[in-house]
Nanobody, 120 residues
């Protein structure tokens, strides 16, 4: 059974850092982080494929870094210089098949989410 379990969320002051983790039940070709704030549409944050090729949203570029540990089937999102507008529920998503890997890709598997709250 495919499972994605996020962890690492929490409350932090502006300028602080958090690292999110997503433990996967298997190796996926394409994985990504998405976020959704109350009253807003879901936003793609970053993606990475099994070759290590990444994409990052302009809104977090230079502050957030996506990475993976294939030996541990774990996806990470290092978030630095956090801003109040980064407050959202963060979700891990994954796809098994090859092809394009970006925020517009269809992801059939999703985690339950982890809350990130940044106070000013």
């Amino acid at each position: 059974q495919v499972q994605l379990v996020e962890s690492g969320g929490g409350s932090v002051q502006a300028g602080g850092s958090l690292r999110l983790s997503c433990a996967a039940s298997t190796n996926f070709y394409c994985m990504g982080w998405f976020r959704q704030a109350p009253g807003k549409e879901r936003e793609g944050v970053a993606t990475i494929n099994s070759y290590g090729s990444t994409t990052t949203a302009d809104s977090v570029k230079g502050r957030f870094t996506i990475s993976q540990d294939n030996a541990k089937n774990t996806l990470y999102l290092q978030m630095n210089s956090l801003k109040p507008e980064d407050t959202a529920m963060y979700y891990c998503a994954a796809r098994l098949g090859s092809g394009s890997c970006n925020a517009r890709t269809y992801f059939p598997y999703w985690g339950q989410g982890t809350q990130v709250t940044v106070s000013s």
